[in-house]
């Protein structure tokens, strides 16, 4: 009886669930972290945006990361600088320099164009698969650039 009961006391006290942290962008303390205080909007030169908590910072990361490589060696190149333009834009932004994020846009916008005219010579789905990496690029790039200009 005594071996019944401890093992499954053992038994209840392991299986017992414990609550996992919360990883999810969308937490409550997501909204107060990237919102700033009220004191904080008095300053227009500064950047106030926090990249390790932003959502479309993280998702430019990501994509950033996973960019598919295509058999055009030219188009390859020119997303590496489009790539290496938004890592700027994401570091100035972390570092709060805005004349470093406004020289990161111009050459993400740059590339970009250049991307859409080389983008001509893919097949088909390479071409929707690049259309949906950069639309949500830009996509991102813009919530992030209306943040900052609504505070």
Do not use: H, W
């Not at 945006?49 to 188009?75: D, Q």
């Amino acid at each position: 009886m005594k071996r019944l009961f401890f093992c499954g006391t053992i038994l209840i006290i392991t299986s017992c669930a414990t609550e996992k942290p919360n990883f999810s962008p969308l937490s409550s303390s997501f909204y107060s972290e990237t919102k700033g205080s009220d004191s904080d909007r008095d300053t227009k030169n500064s950047i106030e945006i926090s990249v390790k908590g932003n959502v479309n910072a993280s998702e430019i990361s990501n994509l950033i990361a996973t960019f598919p490589n295509f058999k055009n060696t030219a188009l390859n190149s020119e997303i590496t600088v489009l790539k290496y333009s938004l890592q700027n834009y994401l570091y100035a932004i972390d570092v709060n320099n805005p004349g470093g994020k406004k020289k990161a846009i111009r050459d993400f916008e740059k590339s970009y164009k250049k991307v859409q005219k080389l983008r001509q010579d893919l097949n088909s789905d390479d071409n929707e698969v690049l259309n949906r990496y950069l639309v949500r690029l830009k996509t991102n790039v813009s919530a992030i650039e209306d943040y900052i200009k609504g505070n």
